[in-house]
């Protein structure tokens, strides 16, 4: 990138003898076709500095790293998202590779194209930028991210250089658009569901009889809800009759309903008789939501100071028996239009509470509200795999196992694993984890051999040692987002995610060691006990119940399985009556599954291996949260309240 030493030490008058140190200059940068951009670069730059172009200054601008900023490819890529066309030009001018793609395969014309920056397109354009590079997720080209942003006037600019909306079709890249992360149809869905047939070994998995089944049902009930989808995250509570319907906006077997200020996606737990949630509540009084199935990805753009909050509810009345601020901050990261900065969910054992709140920190309390310690968590940017600079909002939730803590970190940068102090906060472990950002709640599960921890990750499921963080086994080939959470049930780790193209359903050995990723075109191996390459829902997370595996899609599309054998039973599409949009995950209770859509209706459907759906139950208020049942009351917390709902004889 700078002039040969022969150039530096020689004077030159003319046009011509600059021609020749400019054409040394571009011949060692490599960019023969960028030669009159380049030219009127260094003369602009020169005179905007009031002297006029000599080769002195030429030499001085060339001058080798002393004199001359080096740029990082973030560094172009963040100028172009943020469309500073100043040092977008500095950067050309000092020489830096216009062209560096990311880990997806993206380049700073991408990014400029998808945010509709024309004067930086125009700057990469000019400059010699790849206007047909293809990212290799999406398969989108420059032209494409600006055709789908209706930024017409960079559509054509690229046109008119030689843009196409062509893609290489041998690039690896996913059958849709960020727009449409589960579209599966009903209808579609069962050719390319079917596992391939071919010669694969048959492999040797305990067989479970009803009565075993039923056994693990029951001992995965309690008459608490410590965690997130309670024990073991299994979803389910027996013993009592819960309510099949009810109607919130007409007060129809409502026990109690208590507002909650701010937003927060945390599902209620509950200990005894007393229930926990949280919430972020803006000072600028900013606690909207924008539901339904889109594709955008944008953050809210909101700098205002949030307070973040724990709540402790009376679960007999409904009253707040307290509340504590956590703190009061501007928060480190933005929010997605459909999050909120208080998602992960309350873990409790009943003598200690504790809270997640991501970037923010974590945070123990007693159960009457003293606080015992915090714990930063670092820079936790979850967002967007493709673009680190749309920020979503963590969600994972911690999980109490005995003395410990345990919390999963996945983010754009410094992804871990780590078991702190229950008593005071201190890390016991911590392992490195190379992720993207994920949502997904960790599962804790004895196994004969000790305690084992189960994530589920864009690039790999893993099982870990409790007592060390030593790494057993892992899977590869999850989605690019996931966000559902592994469960154990029938002596099997069920672990799904549903962002396309790859939409797996894994059912995992208990003893599974190694590397246990089947080879290609297998869908089973002495580890892994069944799969199905698309099938795994997006964003509610399975439940295992009487047998069976039911999987909700984020559109309401309900498939059960044979959980011991992945033998598909039914696939249907619920009839809906608002907005088909699922967020939260399907719980259990009576012989009944519950699903709760997003506009606030909740589905019924009897836990048969026959479709055929009960009642939808309206509660008047959004809801993105998955309920709690205990006692044979379903706990929902909802957009503004917390809804307690039993069978009062009302419907």
Same mark, same amino acid.
């Given at each position: 990138?700078?002039?040969?030493n022969?150039?530096?030490?020689? +004077?030159?008058?003319?046009?011509?003898?600059?021609?020749?140190?400019?054409?040394?200059?571009?011949?060692?940068n490599?960019?023969?076709? +960028?030669?009159?951009?380049?030219?009127?670069?260094? $003369?602009?730059?020169?005179? !905007?500095?009031?002297?006029?172009?000599?080769?002195?200054?030429?030499?001085?601008?060339?001058?080798?790293?002393?004199?001359?900023?080096?740029?990082?490819?973030?560094?172009?890529?963040?100028?172009?998202?943020?469309?500073?066309?100043?040092?977008?030009?500095k950067?050309?001018? !000092?020489?830096?590779?216009?062209?560096?793609?990311?880990?997806?395969?993206?380049?700073?014309?991408?990014?400029?194209?998808?945010?509709?920056?024309?004067?930086?397109?125009?700057?990469?354009?000019?400059?010699?930028?790849?206007?047909?590079?293809?990212?290799?997720?999406?398969?989108?080209? %420059?032209? $494409?991210?600006?055709k789908?942003?209706?930024?017409?006037?960079?559509?054509?600019?690229?046109? !008119?250089?030689?843009?196409?909306?062509?893609?290489?079709?041998?690039?690896?890249?996913?059958?849709?658009?960020?727009? !449409?992360?589960?579209?599966?149809?009903?209808?579609?869905?069962?050719?390319?569901?079917?596992r391939?047939?071919?010669?694969?070994?048959?492999?040797?998995?305990?067989?479970?009889?009803?009565?075993?089944?039923?056994?693990?049902?029951?001992?995965?009930?309690?008459?608490?809800?410590?965690q997130?989808?309670?024990?073991?995250g299994?979803?389910?509570?027996?013993?009592?009759?819960?309510?099949?319907?009810?109607?919130?906006?007409?007060?129809?077997?409502?026990?109690?309903q208590?507002?909650?200020?701010?937003?927060?996606?945390?599902?209620?737990?509950?200990?005894?008789d007393?229930?926990?949630?949280?919430?972020?509540?803006?000072?600028?009084?900013?606690?909207?939501?924008?539901?339904?199935?889109?594709?955008?990805?944008? +953050?809210v753009?909101?700098?205002?100071?949030?307070?973040?909050?724990?709540?402790?509810?009376?679960?007999?009345?409904?009253?707040?028996?307290?509340?504590?601020?956590?703190?009061?901050?501007?928060?480190?990261?933005?929010?997605?239009?459909?999050?909120?900065?208080?998602?992960?969910t309350?873990?409790?054992?009943?003598?200690?509470?504790?809270?997640?709140?991501?970037?923010?920190?974590?945070?123990?309390?007693?159960?009457?509200?003293?606080?015992?310690?915090?714990?930063?968590?670092?820079?936790?940017?979850?967002?967007?795999?493709?673009?680190?600079?749309?920020?979503?909002?963590?969600?994972?939730?911690? $999980?109490?196992?005995?003395?410990?803590?345990?919390?999963?970190?996945?983010?754009?940068?410094?992804?871990?694993?780590?078991?702190?102090?229950?008593?005071?906060?201190?890390?016991?472990?911590?392992?490195d984890?190379?992720e993207?950002?994920?949502?997904?709640?960790?599962?804790?599960?004895?196994?004969?051999?000790?305690?084992?921890? $189960?994530?589920?990750?864009?690039?790999?499921?893993?099982?870990?040692?409790?007592?060390?963080?030593?790494?057993?086994?892992?899977?590869?080939?999850? +989605?690019?987002?996931?966000?559902?959470?592994?469960?154990?049930?029938?002596?099997?780790?069920?672990?799904?995610?549903?962002?396309?193209?790859?939409?797996?359903?894994?059912?995992?050995?208990?003893?599974?060691?190694?590397?246990?990723?089947?080879?290609?075109?297998?869908?089973?191996?002495?580890?892994?006990?069944?799969?199905?390459?698309?099938?795994?829902?997006?964003?509610?997370?399975?439940?295992?119940?009487?047998?069976?595996?039911?999987?909700?899609?984020?559109?309401?599309?309900?498939?059960?399985?044979?959980?011991?054998?992945?033998?598909?039973?039914?696939?249907?599409?619920?009839?809906?009556?608002?907005?088909?949009?699922?967020v939260?995950?399907?719980?259990?209770?009576?012989?009944?599954?519950?699903?709760?859509?997003e506009d606030?209706?909740?589905?019924?459907?009897?836990?048969?291996?026959?479709?055929? %759906?009960?009642?939808?139950?309206q509660?008047?208020?959004?809801?993105?949260?998955?309920?709690?049942?205990?006692?044979?009351?379903?706990?929902?917390?909802?957009?503004?309240?917390?809804?307690?709902?039993?069978?009062?004889?009302?419907?």
């Amino acid at each position: 990138m700078i002039v040969s030493n022969l150039t530096k030490k020689t +004077s030159y008058g003319s046009n011509h003898h600059r021609a020749i140190a400019l054409f040394l200059l571009l011949r060692q940068n490599g960019r023969w076709g +960028s030669f009159f951009f380049k030219f009127s670069l260094v $003369i602009c730059l020169n005179f !905007s500095l009031g002297s006029s172009f000599s080769t002195s200054s030429m030499v001085q601008a060339s001058e080798p790293a002393a004199n001359i900023k080096t740029y990082q490819p973030k560094d172009i890529w963040r100028a172009a998202k943020a469309g500073d066309a100043d040092l977008i030009a500095k950067m050309i001018a !000092s020489g830096t590779n216009i062209d560096t793609r990311t880990s997806y395969g993206a380049t700073a014309l991408s990014f400029a194209a998808e945010r509709g920056r024309f004067e930086v397109a125009k700057l990469l354009v000019e400059a010699g930028a790849d206007v047909n590079n293809a990212d290799t997720f999406y398969g989108f080209t %420059p032209y $494409i991210w600006a055709k789908s942003g209706g930024h017409q006037e960079l559509v054509e600019f690229l046109e !008119s250089h030689g843009a196409t909306a062509e893609v290489d079709d041998q690039k690896p890249k996913s059958s849709e658009s960020k727009e !449409s992360p589960d579209s599966t149809s009903a209808a579609s869905a069962p050719e390319h569901e079917k596992r391939p047939e071919n010669n694969q070994t048959t492999f040797n998995f305990p067989e479970l009889s009803p009565e075993q089944i039923e056994k693990e049902d029951q001992e995965a009930c309690s008459s608490n809800w410590p965690q997130f989808r309670g024990v073991g995250g299994r979803g389910i509570s027996e013993g009592r009759p819960v309510p099949l319907q009810w109607d919130a906006t007409e007060s129809k077997n409502v026990l109690w309903q208590t507002p909650i200020p701010g937003l927060g996606h945390s599902c209620p737990s509950i200990w005894e008789d007393q229930v926990y949630v949280t919430t972020a509540v803006s000072s600028a009084g900013n606690d909207d939501l924008k539901i339904g199935h889109y594709g955008d990805v944008a +953050s809210v753009d909101d700098e205002s100071v949030h307070r973040f909050v724990l709540y402790c509810l009376n679960r007999q009345s409904g009253a707040i028996e307290w509340e504590r601020t956590c703190l009061e901050r501007k928060p480190r990261y933005k929010r997605h239009l459909k999050s909120t900065h208080a998602n992960a969910t309350v873990a409790t054992n009943g003598q200690y509470v504790v809270v997640s709140f991501g970037a923010e920190g974590l945070f123990c309390f007693t159960t009457s509200g003293e606080l015992v310690w915090q714990h930063d968590l670092g820079t936790l940017n979850s967002g967007w795999f493709y673009d680190d600079e749309y920020e979503w909002g963590f969600g994972s939730s911690p $999980i109490i196992w005995n003395d410990r803590v345990i919390i999963q970190c996945d983010a754009h940068e410094h992804s871990y694993l780590a078991a702190l102090s229950l008593a005071d906060g201190s890390e016991l472990w911590k392992v490195d984890r190379d992720e993207v950002p994920s949502w997904s709640t960790p599962t804790v599960h004895e196994t004969p051999v000790g305690p084992m921890i $189960i994530t589920n990750a864009t690039r790999g499921i893993r099982g870990y040692d409790g007592l060390t963080g030593e790494l057993w086994w892992t899977l590869s080939g999850g +989605s690019e987002i996931v966000v559902p959470t592994p469960f154990v049930a029938y002596e099997t780790i069920f672990a799904v995610s549903g962002y396309r193209p790859i939409k797996p359903i894994y059912a995992i050995a208990l003893r599974a060691r190694g590397d246990i990723t089947p080879a290609e075109g297998q869908t089973t191996n002495e580890h892994l006990r069944w799969s199905i390459r698309k099938g795994g829902s997006y964003l509610p997370t399975p439940l295992a119940y009487r047998g069976r595996l039911y999987v909700c899609s984020n559109l309401g599309i309900i498939s059960c399985y044979d959980a011991q054998s992945g033998k598909r039973i039914y696939k249907e599409r619920l009839q809906i009556q608002g907005v088909r949009s699922f967020v939260g995950s399907p719980v259990a209770a009576d012989g009944h599954i519950f699903l709760p859509a997003e506009d606030g209706q909740v589905y019924v459907l009897p836990a048969t291996e026959q479709f055929e %759906p009960l009642h939808h139950n309206q509660l008047g208020e959004n809801i993105l949260t998955t309920p709690a049942i205990v006692d044979g009351v379903i706990f929902i917390r909802a957009q503004r309240h917390i809804f307690a709902l039993a069978d009062k004889g009302e419907i």
